[in-house]
């Protein structure tokens, strides 16, 4: 987040916004940025990515199931934009600590001891081990002590669009995310590579609610697409990872997609409509 960071106080807040006294480095200054600059972030994110797989992905025709919800999608909307403050708070926590250097972030290819294969390599190890972290913090908000207080609000919506994605409590959205936070912790991580991934989990997490069920044949049960995720706000106890499979098989939580064998919401309305 400091390129981030660094590339704001460059080009507009140190000639514009701050006095022209106050330090770039000094820590109140980089708090203040950093809660902006991520809630401005995530708030472009959240609304770009879900308007353009809103109206070019998802297929309206969900619209007419009867477990979609009276003025759902603005529902979903005013949920996230309520809640996406309160989760920038601890995010802007950890991102400061990466910016005064606590993290194993590093600037330059050279600085990895294998070169350009560690930052591929790094990338395969952040997308599993967030998927990991995410099952299983997933899993436990599932957990009678915790589901009602904070995970059923994103429960609500059973048939969900790309809004709903980020239409969680503010203590949900913060743990769902804690793994990717964590990462650069305790692995070398590529800064440019980390800021790359943060933009693809927030979009991956908008196309897991698009309805959109197409995945290659030979990854229907590796990749955890919308297919699964639908079955999960559907059927309650499954189908909890991310980004794959494979911990929900290990887990003995994974189940097949209804629409990958005819009984989905596409084809309960297709019936209806025969009807």
């Known amino acids: 987040m400091d390129l ?3 590339a704001a106080d460059r080009h507009l807040l140190t000639p514009y916004v701050y006095p022209a006294g106050w330090p770039e480095e000094e820590p109140c200054r980089q708090l203040l940025s950093l809660f902006v600059i991520t809630n401005l972030g995530a ?11 809103y109206y070019f992905i998802f297929d309206h025709e969900l619209k007419k199931h009867p477990q979609f919800l009276e003025n759902q999608v603005s529902r979903e909307i005013t ?9 920038s708070v601890p995010t802007v926590a950890l991102f400061f600590a990466e910016v005064r250097g606590y993290s194993k972030l590093y600037d330059n290819i050279e600085d990895s001891p294998y070169g350009w294969s560690g930052v591929f390599l790094s990338m395969l190890s ?5 998927d ?3 099952y299983w913090i997933h899993r436990g908000l599932h957990h009678k002590l915790f589901y009602k207080r904070f995970h059923k609000p994103h429960h609500l919506w059973k048939i969900a669009t790309p809004f709903a994605s980020h239409a969680f409590h503010p203590v949900d959205g913060f743990m769902q995310s804690l793994p990717y936070h964590v ?3 305790l692995f070398p991580l590529h800064k440019v590579t980390y800021l790359g ?3 693809f989990v927030n979009v991956w997490t908008i196309s897991i609610h698009d309805g959109d069920y197409r995945v290659p ?7 955890n697409g919308s297919a699964h995720h639908t079955d999960h706000h559907l059927y309650f106890d499954y189908n909890y990872g991310q980004y794959f499979t494979l911990w929900d098989k290990i887990g003995g939580s994974y189940k097949s997609p209804t629409s990958f064998e005819g009984k989905g919401p596409h084809d309960y309305l297709r019936k209806l409509r025969e009807k």
């Open 4 to 6: 981030v960071l660094e």
């Open 43 to 53: 708030l472009a994110l959240y609304l770009l990515f879900g308007t353009l797989s």
């Open 126 to 130: 952040f997308l599993f081990f967030t």
């Open 132 to 134: 990991m972290g995410i």
């Open 183 to 185: 990462y650069p912790f």
């Open 197 to 199: 991934l943060y933009i």
């Open 217 to 223: 044949r030979l990854l229907r049960h590796v990749i």
């Open 79 to 87: 949920y996230a934009l309520r809640s996406l403050p309160w989760i």
